[in-house]
T-cell receptor, first 114, second 118 residues
Framework: AQTVTQSQPEMSVQEAETVTLSCTYDTSENNYYLFWYKQPPSRQMILVIRQEAYKQQNATENRFSVNFQKAAKSFSLKISDSQLGDTAMYFCAFMSGTASKLTFGTGTRLQVTL | GAVVSQHPSWVICKSGTSVKIECRSLDFQATTMFWYRQFPKQSLMLMATSNEGSKATYEQGVEKDKFLINHASLTLSTLTVTSAHPEDSSFYIC??????????????FGSGTRLTVV
């Protein structure tokens, strides 16, 4: 079974600074997908960014980018120019290429401060 | 974009009663619905996966007779917590997947239901 590990329960960053959230996963599959989801205080899950394992190029979405290291099974999220609205729980998630369900990590609580 | 409406957003019920939570896909057909449970400050734990018109597949350790899932139409899935007890108090979230699969953005989450059993 796949596992997703987020080793940082909580992180804090000042507004306009850059922060990196860590995620590692374990799988024996070669075809899979990785995601970062944001859950603000409203509890609504919001997709931040996704990465296909077969793509070597790291995904980027505006201020959000990932560092995907397939051999190391690492998938970190970098948030640039942090904003107060980025304050939320961030979950790393894995989806097998052969199954449709998502496996979530334990989450990292990010606090953006003034 | 794709929207999943989840109701109620919060509910308080007495121990021993049943509670129904609904998830509706508003502008797409949800062929697969996932139901998650989230305890405070914890991650989302998948409870079951349901496909329209067929029985739900439950994850190990989830009581299928206690958490009844119905996915009778392509736009509606329901989760019924039967004979609820205080330990069932939690945050429940649904997630819908459409076909044709809208790429990797094909998962849409409901806004969640906070259940409190007293």
């Amino acid at each position: 079974a796949q596992t997703v590990t987020q080793s940082q329960p909580e992180m804090s960053v000042q507004e306009a600074e850059t922060v990196t959230l860590s995620c590692t996963y374990d799988t024996s599959e070669n075809n899979y997908y990785l995601f970062w989801y944001k859950q603000p205080p409203s509890r609504q899950m919001i997709l931040v960014i996704r990465q296909e394992a077969y793509k070597q190029q790291n995904a980027t979405e505006n201020r959000f980018s990932v560092n995907f290291q397939k051999a190391a099974k690492s998938f970190s999220l970098k948030i640039s120019d942090s904003q107060l609205g980025d304050t939320a729980m961030y979950f790393c998630a894995f989806m097998s290429g052969t199954a449709s369900k998502l496996t979530f990590g334990t989450g990292t609580r990010l606090q953006v401060t003034l | 974009g794709a929207v999943v409406s989840q109701h109620p957003s919060w509910v308080i019920c007495k121990s021993g009663t049943s509670v129904k939570i609904e998830c509706r896909s508003l502008d797409f057909q949800a062929t697969t619905m996932f139901w998650y449970r989230q305890f405070p400050k914890q991650s989302l734990m998948l409870m079951a996966t349901s496909n329209e018109g067929s029985k739900a597949t439950y994850e190990q350790g989830v009581e299928k007779d206690k958490f009844l899932i119905n996915h009778a139409s392509l736009t509606l899935s329901t989760l019924t917590v039967t004979s609820a007890h205080p330990e069932d108090s939690s945050f429940y979230i649904c997630s819908a997947r459409a076909l044709p699969h809208r790429g990797l953005r094909g998962y849409t989450f409901g806004s969640g239901t906070r259940l409190t059993v007293v």
